[in-house]
């Protein structure tokens, strides 16, 4: 019963270094979320997909990518990683757009 | 704007009883959401309102005024455990969730 795992759980990047947040889900739902979580502020939405091999922008896509090749994983991807982007990095997924979200664990990551 | 807005920190004395408050301003409303989020922890649905009045589950209740865009989380008979940011997340016309920055609740014995 693992629901949502993201890898890696920690991370500490230099400037300008690129890497990739792996998100599964084993609940089989269409819907997957990234969102970043930083002191003092909601929960704010990067990416989205609705279905395997969609994505869509949320409210702070710019420096990230992502891919939902297969409908068990969205691949979060940060191609130039920037100090800003040191956060707390969320995943979740639901059955459907209106259900509630099931959250992985998160993944923390520093930019120095 | 899309706006969320509940108080940043609260404390409740073990075995007493609190509200938490959320007022929204969102572009359309599709349901309110809370969650529970314990230090360095994943969020966790507590419940879930889309009509008016009061949701009941265990010690846990949670209201919503649409006229009025407000709701409240009503913890009971605090226990040390739940001692934990509760988040309130509002769905707006296009499905998707407004966050508020959360309210850290601290139960003291």
């Known amino acids: 019963n693992a629901g949502v795992t993201q890898t890696p759980k920690f991370r500490v990047l230099k400037t300008g270094q690129s890497m990739t947040l792996l998100c599964a889900q084993d609940?089989?739902?269409?819907?997957m979320y990234w969102y970043r979580q930083d002191p003092g502020m909601g929960l704010r939405l990067i990416h989205y997909s609705v279905g395997e091999g969609t994505t869509a922008k949320g409210e702070v896509p710019d420096g990230y990518n992502v891919s939902r090749l297969k409908k068990q994983n969205f691949l979060l991807g940060l191609e130039s990683a920037a100090p800003s982007q040191t956060s707390v990095y969320f995943c979740?997924?639901?059955?459907?757009?209106?259900?509630?979200?099931?959250f992985g664990d998160g993944t923390r990551l520093s930019i120095l | 704007g899309q706006n969320i807005d509940q108080p940043t920190e609260m404390t409740a004395t073990e075995g007493a009883i609190v509200q938490i408050n959320c007022t929204y301003q969102t572009s359309g409303f599709n349901g309110l959401f809370w969650y529970q989020q314990h230090a360095g922890e994943a969020p966790t649905f507590l419940s879930y309102n889309v009509l008016d009045g009061l949701e009941e589950k265990g010690r846990f209740s949670s209201f919503l005024s649409r006229s009025k865009g407000y709701s409240y989380l009503l913890l009971k008979e605090l226990q040390m455990k739940d001692s934990a940011s509760y988040l309130c997340a509002v769905m707006d016309s296009n499905y998707q969730l407004i966050w508020g920055a959360g309210t850290k609740l601290i139960i003291k014995p």
């Open positions: 609940m089989n739902h269409e819907y």
């Open positions: 979740a997924s639901n059955p459907t757009s209106q259900a509630p979200q099931h």
